[in-house]
């Protein structure tokens, strides 16, 4: 007998309507590339997770496939929202940072507050 599938922790959704949201969760930092996503599940550093982003119009979701490496808990300080930061995998090639970033030409260099920084 087969064990009963866990819990599907590690497969998280995002919309990302406009490109405010957008860049608020990015996070150019990160090696890679990287994005914030609002959850109020537990994770820890290291854990791997698969994002299905809408973003902004495009018909398709942008799948994600990454790792944990930013937590903002549950009550932090400031009232930030609850959520992870993901670094995405190198196995993209630097695409979905690329598509991104496209997206987002002439913003990264704000000053504007994002949703980690």
């Not at 990302?16 to 949201?21: G, L, R, T, V, W």
């Not at 809408?54 to 994600?64: A, G, H």
């Given at each position: 007998m087969a064990n009963p599938p866990g819990p599907q922790q590690g497969l998280l959704k995002l919309e990302i309507p406009d490109?405010?949201?957008?860049?608020?969760?990015?996070?150019?930092?990160?090696?890679?590339?990287?994005?914030?996503?609002?959850?109020?599940?537990?994770?820890?550093?290291?854990?791997?997770?698969?994002?299905?982003?809408?973003?902004?119009?495009?018909?398709?979701r942008l799948p994600i496939a990454g790792r944990v490496v930013w937590v903002t808990p549950i009550g932090a300080q400031g009232k930030r929202r609850a959520g992870i930061g993901i670094q995405f995998s190198e196995q993209d090639?630097?695409?979905?940072?690329?598509?991104i970033e496209a997206v987002l030409a002439g913003m990264l260099d704000s000053e504007t507050p994002t949703l980690t920084m």
């Amino acid at each position: 007998m087969a064990n009963p599938p866990g819990p599907q922790q590690g497969l998280l959704k995002l919309e990302i309507p406009d490109k405010k949201a957008l860049y608020a969760a990015y996070m150019p930092y990160i090696k890679n590339g990287g994005l914030f996503v609002p959850t109020d599940k537990p994770y820890r550093i290291g854990d791997e997770v698969f994002v299905l982003v809408n973003l902004i119009e495009e018909r398709e979701r942008l799948p994600i496939a990454g790792r944990v490496v930013w937590v903002t808990p549950i009550g932090a300080q400031g009232k930030r929202r609850a959520g992870i930061g993901i670094q995405f995998s190198e196995q993209d090639g630097g695409s979905n940072q690329k598509k991104i970033e496209a997206v987002l030409a002439g913003m990264l260099d704000s000053e504007t507050p994002t949703l980690t920084m």
